[in-house]
């Protein structure tokens, strides 16, 4: 297979658009989509996000609660990569090829929407939270809806009908491009998002939670792969220009979903299967410092302290209460 570059990529503008846009070298910078100034009109609501979210990290600054560096940059790091991969060559590109088109989808809906829930902190949503009607929405973030929800979507815009509807649309790609970071975010939330989970969703319920998760991807990836049917005809002239058959983009575009899928779910597998032992070590040591201590501690509220990074606090509350006449036992809530 042979994927040969046009010498001179240009993007295929409406004729009112023609000679817009800065050129670097032989690529022309993307400053609209096929449909119009659509990309960057995209951009718009991640710049009012970004705004609301600065403006909240200073307020929580300046009343001595600042969010960890770590978590604002791994924010930026997802509304960039959400901006690299809708007004780039990326998004031009993916307008051409069904393999370039995936990597975009993954970008957005995947590694941006992880990058922007890591970002995200119980004291920063706190307005949103509080808000009706999104304080009614809370139990989205469950994994028992989240993870349903994040698969209907994502199989529902690979539905060739649907599929072919977002492209070059510019109402219909809007809505696919917000569904998958809103699903994306969702899916996530379970595991890194600030809210509070099920007791029962420990490291090890993650585990499972992240192979249902990778293993739902790579059913599309393989009937990507090995499919002989062309699924997504309106890539046809576009793969011609590149030199590159229907069925090859097709099932490139299955490798790439795979490879990213295979890459990110081992990183996360190895991740919580480290974090399921901690949490394991973390809980006996909580109930070994209560039974040494003269204090009933019951196991459910010790597991419930691990979970929610409580373990500190428990453990002063063991010493501050061990050995005294009447010491109130450990078994309530945290």
């Known amino acids: 297979m042979a994927l040969t ?11 009112g658009l023609r000679g817009a846009g800065a050129t670097l070298g032989a690529v022309t910078l993307p400053i609209a989509h096929a449909s119009g100034i659509f990309g960057p009109l995209e951009l718009l609501p991640m710049l009012i996000v ?161 192979i249902v998760v990778r293993f739902s991807g790579f059913i599309l990836g393989n009937v990507l792969m090995w499919s002989n049917t062309v699924l997504y005809d309106v890539y046809a002239k576009g793969e011609a220009s590149w030199n590159i058959t229907p069925l090859a983009d097709q099932s490139v575009a299955g490798v790439v979903m795979m490879v990213e899928g295979t890459v990110g779910g081992l990183a996360l597998i190895s991740w919580f299967f480290f974090q399921a032992a901690r949490e394991g070590i973390e809980k ?4 070994d410092l209560a039974w040494e201590r003269g204090v009933e501690l019951d196991p459910a509220r010790a597991q419930r302290a691990v979970a929610a990074g409580q373990v500190a606090r428990l453990e002063r509350q063991l010493i501050g209460s061990g050995g005294e006449p009447g010491a109130p036992s450990a078994t309530g809530s945290t």
Not at 5 to 13: D, E, I, M
Not at 284 to 287: D, E, G, K, V
Request: charged share 15%; hydrophobic share 55%; proline share 9%.
């Open 50 to 210: 970004a705004g609301l979210y600065a403006k909240r990290s200073m307020t929580l600054a300046e009343r001595g609660r600042p969010l960890p560096l770590w978590r604002q940059i791994c924010f930026a790091a997802g509304l960039l990569t959400i901006a690299a991969a809708l007004v780039t060559p990326i998004s031009d590109v993916a307008e051409d090829l069904v393999l370039v088109h995936m990597i975009e989808h993954l970008m957005i809906g995947d590694i941006a929407s992880l990058l922007i829930v890591l970002g995200l902190t119980g004291p920063l949503l706190q307005p949103v939270l509080a808000t009706k009607p999104f304080d009614k929405l809370r139990f989205l973030a469950h994994p028992a809806v989240a993870l349903p929800l994040w698969i209907v979507n994502f199989y529902a815009w690979h539905i060739p009908p649907l599929y072919d509807a977002a492209y070059g649309g510019a109402a219909v790609h809007a809505l696919e491009h917000a569904t998958f970071i809103f699903f994306g975010c969702l899916m996530w939330m379970p595991i890194f998002g600030p809210l509070p989970k099920p007791a029962w969703f420990t490291a090890g319920w993650k585990v499972v939670y992240v």
């Open 284 to 287: 006996q040591r909580l109930l």
């Open 5 to 15: 570059a046009r010498p001179s990529y240009q993007r295929r503008r409406p004729a």
